[in-house]
């Protein structure tokens, strides 16, 4: 049986209210909810700070940054996932869905050389108790590519695989309708000259015609069949928000119109946003704003998607530029991200809930993760 563990002297942030209290954890639950400090002995004090359910991310691609952390470098893997995971928990996240992508086009990329063995990896590490947060599985699967329906068949029985997302990152279209946008991307990333720029979206353009329609329907089928939740990506038009209701999804990762994100609300989809785009306030790729579309009330969750750090501090930001309420800015990093991955024992600060918490000092503005449990356990 876990120890009691009794967290005193918080501003305790439910789903409903921020109240000044005490939160008491048992055999990893959290039992009780009471307002005012505890006078037992064993209390920990968090000095009148933030106590929230921990953070749930279920689209970070954060674990490739430790893998591949220069160009030409690759690092060991169950190293890598370490650092990753290190990274992930310090930030507050103690429910994290790896994405990995399927379908790379690019063979000499990391995506394209880590896919195996991060799964691998992820699993080992859960599997020995070596990691902080709960990793899961997030397909992130490119429609435009060959092969893709055989990989992804191959890996669809895997017991941490608990998402699939359907993407399609062909020039002209949904995250880069603009070529300037998708030519200042991919040439900042890869170096690429014009002329393989142009060689590459050719390449993409013709995979597009050949295979994405039937692709995204046999995922998606798939997907329907094992029971697991799907995403959309970078939907821009009313058109792709239909197709994606129709195919039975529940997600909408990052809308790249105000049109599509308001049509994806109306049919019941999940909207994600990127939590980078809150802290900066606006896309890197010209699409939505995800502070926008919070202020039209369309922003259901936020995603770190590439920086860890900026999931917490983007809750933070929608509540002070905005003026959500602090429970309802915190929801969109913990109980709906819970709600949209069907995880119905976390996300919340209520007895009966798993204990995956965060303390959270404000420090000149900025929050910043103090302690951090996950089933009752210090991990950070």
């Known amino acids: 049986m876990k120890p009691e563990v009794i967290l005193t002297n918080a501003q305790v942030v439910t789903p409903d209210e921020v109240i000044d209290g005490t939160v008491v954890v048992r055999g990893g639950e959290i039992v009780a909810i009471d307002a005012g400090p505890s006078r037992a002995p064993e209390a920990i004090d968090l000095g009148g700070h933030y106590l929230l359910p921990g953070l749930i991310e279920l689209h970070t691609d954060n674990l490739e940054k430790h893998v591949a952390p220069r160009p030409g470098v690759r690092w060991p893997i169950r190293s890598a996932v370490l650092a990753h995971d290190s990274v992930i928990a310090c930030a507050g996240i103690t429910t994290?869905?790896?994405?990995?992508?399927?379908?790379?086009?690019?063979?000499?990329?990391?995506?394209?050389?880590?896919?195996?063995?991060?799964?691998?990896?992820?699993?080992?590490?859960?599997?020995?108790?070596?990691?902080?947060?709960?990793?899961?599985?997030?397909?992130?699967?490119?429609?435009?590519?060959?092969?893709?329906?055989?990989?992804v068949e191959a890996m669809i029985d895997h017991p941490l695989l608990r998402l699939m997302s359907l993407m399609d990152h062909t020039p002209g279209q949904r995250q880069f309708a603009t070529l300037d946008k998708y030519y200042e991307y991919y040439q900042g990333k890869f170096g690429y000259t014009d002329a393989e720029m142009e060689a590459y979206a050719a390449t993409k353009l013709d995979l597009n015609s050949r295979f994405s329609n039937n692709n995204r329907h046999t995922l998606s089928a798939l997907a329907v069949a094992k029971g697991l939740p799907q995403a959309s990506h970078d939907d821009a038009t009313l058109e792709h928000v239909a197709e994606a209701v129709e195919l039975g999804m529940s997600i909408a990762e990052f809308p790249t119109t105000m049109d599509a994100a308001a049509s994806a609300h109306r049919n019941g989809l999940a909207v994600v946003m990127g939590g980078p785009n809150v802290v900066r306030g606006g896309s890197h790729s010209g699409n939505s704003s995800a502070r926008d579309l919070a202020a039209e009330g369309l922003l259901d969750v936020l995603s770190s998607d590439y920086a860890p750090i900026s999931l917490l501090h983007a809750a933070f930001v929608l509540h002070e530029t905005?003026?959500?309420?602090?429970?309802?800015?915190?929801?969109?990093?913990?109980?709906?991200?819970?709600?949209?991955?069907?995880?119905?024992?976390?996300?919340?600060?209520?007895?009966?809930?798993?204990?995956?918490?965060?303390?959270?000092?404000?420090?000149?503005?900025?929050?910043?993760?103090?302690?951090?449990?996950?089933?009752?356990?210090?991990?950070?």
């Open 322 to 380: 905005l003026d959500l309420p602090l429970p309802e800015a915190i929801a969109k990093v913990t109980l709906n991200p819970a709600r949209a991955l069907r995880l119905d024992d976390r996300g919340e600060i209520a007895p009966g809930k798993r204990a995956d918490l965060v303390h959270v000092q404000i420090a000149d503005g900025l929050p910043v993760t103090r302690q951090v449990w996950r089933a009752g356990a210090r991990v950070v």
């Open 96 to 151: 994290v869905y790896d994405a990995l992508t399927v379908g790379e086009i690019r063979h000499d990329g990391v995506r394209a050389e880590m896919l195996d063995a991060s799964v691998e990896a992820i699993t080992a590490g859960q599997r020995d108790g070596l990691l902080r947060a709960e990793h899961f599985l997030h397909l992130r699967c490119e429609v435009a590519h060959e092969t893709i329906v055989q990989t």
